[in-house]
């Protein structure tokens, strides 16, 4: 079996395979919802849903640093990786041990066409594409809901000391742009640039998520204070996480609007 992946790196299998390690969370709760749970045999520290797995399994290190010699010991038929979540290095050195897989996603499509290769990869194109057209209907579903809402000027923190943002080229900026948030960011050269309070005084409205830094309501009380503008703390994992989390994402943002 010869597959291509998001990097459309060639990686060919003699069978569909039965042993999985996934260094990435949102694609680690999607293998699950595929029904594969009892073929995963390593995960990150990182890989937080469904709540249990990370004591069912092997934690072999976080998604920036990995501990290779356990992975070797699970003997894994495929890695799953993603570009911007793992290094290359840890690409090339995972790519010793078995096939790696690469996902590179930046909008909803390239969700969709994952989800999709990662279900023929698997033998579970069925439930792969009953995920995908939940994901699609609810997305209509939400576009139809919020087509006569005005757009807002938005920046979407993701880190603290000092602020960070989500730029273009960005998943989480083809998120806001469904939810007719215009990213204040998004000419910006680098995928998640410093952002400072001249810059984050222009926005309407200030989205704090909760992942990678962890913002709590207590930020939120500090740049209301501070800026004098609309701020509002976020699920992170339903702007960032790219697997099956966005069978609810939707739902989640009708809650925000």
């Not at 949102?26 to 029904?35: A, I, W």
């Not at 919020?146 to 900026?173: C, D, H």
């Amino acid at each position: 079996m010869l597959v291509r992946d998001q990097l459309n790196r060639k990686l060919e299998f003699k069978k569909h395979p039965q042993c999985i390690v996934s260094l990435v969370p949102s694609q680690t709760e999607l293998l699950v919802d595929l029904g594969l749970k009892s073929s995963l045999v390593g995960s990150t520290k990182f890989c937080v849903h469904p709540k249990k797995l990370r004591k069912e399994i092997q934690v072999v290190g976080g998604t920036k640093n990995v501990h290779f010699d356990k992975i070797k010991e699970l003997e894994p038929d495929i890695i799953i990786c993603n570009k911007e979540e793992n290094t290359k290095e840890i690409v090339e050195e995972c790519s010793k041990i078995a096939q790696v897989w690469v996902s590179d996603i930046f909008t909803i499509a390239d969700s969709l066409e994952m989800i999709k290769s990662l279900g023929e990869i698997f033998n579970v194109s069925e439930k792969a594409s009953e995920i995908v057209a939940t994901i699609v209907s609810e997305k209509q579903n939400f576009l139809e809901l919020i087509k006569e809402k005005q757009v807002r000027k938005v920046a979407y923190l993701i880190w603290k000391n000092p602020y960070m943002a989500a730029g273009s080229n960005t998943f989480v900026n083809d998120l806001l742009k469904l939810n007719k948030f215009e990213n204040l960011l998004s000419e910006a050269a680098t995928r998640y640039p410093e952002i400072d309070y001249k810059t984050l005084k222009k926005a309407d409205l200030v989205l704090l998520s909760s992942e990678p830094y962890p913002f709590k309501q207590s930020d939120v009380l500090e740049l209301k204070k501070a800026l004098q503008t609309e701020v509002l703390l976020v699920d992170g994992e339903y702007f960032s996480w790219y697997g099956s989390r966005l069978q609810n994402a939707f739902s989640y943002f009708k809650s925000l609007h």
